[in-house]
């Protein structure tokens, strides 16, 4: 069965500081992996996605993650965080078999400081 | 992307009294749509996945005659919350996947369900 771990249920940075949000996976076949940010009392909007190909993978605002297979993580970071970065983060790992079932990690909130 | 529409966003109900939200995918066919729960400051847990037309398949713990799923159509899917609780008051996700070459499913942007 598959599953994701987020490393961290709060991270928080000052502003144009480094973002790294840690997520780690477990899948008996490759997995998709998915980065979502979901702002207060608002639905999920897709930061990036890992189909296989490329193993760095850029996202909306300024956002990438690296799969590595080896370390079976998915981090996801920005260079330089702003105050809007502030959100709930979720990994999340899906199987084509499944239908796309998406599971998803814990969750991590970013607190920006100025 | 492909759009996923859910109806409505926000419903308040009286506790006794059931709730019907629907899940439209609108520009694709979806073959298979999954529903998620989402508690305050928690993460979403998939409550069921249904395939259209045959019975939806229920995660473990998800009362099935609490929470109707019907997937008629290969644009509709939707979730009956059956003699509503406040302990049923939570945000609820859709998300549909056409299981072609599309790589993921699509969400909706979810409707917030208060009991009272």
């Known amino acids: 069965a598959q599953s994701v771990t987020q490393l961290g249920s709060h991270v928080s940075v000052s502003e144009g500081a480094l973002v790294l949000l840690r997520c780690n996976y477990s899948?008996?076949?490759?997995?998709?992996l998915f980065w979502y940010v979901q702002y207060p009392n608002q639905g999920l909007q897709l930061l990036l996605k890992?189909?296989?190909?490329?193993?760095l993978v850029k996202g909306i605002n300024g956002f990438e993650a690296e799969f590595k297979k080896s370390e079976t993580s998915f981090h996801l970071t920005k260079p330089s965080a702003h105050m809007s970065d502030a959100a709930e983060y979720f990994c999340?790992?899906?199987?084509?078999?499944?239908?796309?079932?998406?599971?998803f990690g814990a969750g991590t909130r970013l607190f920006v400081k100025a | 992307g492909a759009v996923v529409s859910q109806h409505p966003s926000r419903v308040i109900c009286k506790s006794g009294t059931s709730v019907k939200i629907e899940c439209r995918s609108l520009?694709?066919?979806?073959?298979?749509m999954f529903w998620y729960r989402q508690f305050p400051k928690q993460s979403l847990m998939l409550m069921a996945t249904?395939?259209?037309?045959?019975?939806?398949?229920?995660e473990q713990g998800v009362e099935k005659d609490k929470f109707l799923i019907n997937h008629a159509s290969l644009t509709l899917s939707t979730l009956t919350v059956t003699s509503a609780h406040p302990e049923d008051s939570s945000f609820y996700i859709c998300?549909?996947?056409?299981?072609?070459?599309?790589?993921?499913?699509?969400f909706g942007q979810g409707t917030r369900l208060t009991v009272v």
């Open positions: 520009d694709f066919q979806a073959t298979t």
């Open positions: 890992y189909t296989s190909a490329a193993t």
């Open positions: 249904s395939n259209e037309g045959s019975k939806a398949t229920y």
């Open positions: 899948s008996s076949v490759p997995p998709y």
């Open positions: 998300s549909a996947s056409s299981g072609q070459a599309n790589t993921e499913a699509f």
């Open positions: 999340a790992v899906s199987l084509h078999t499944g239908g796309f079932k998406t599971i």
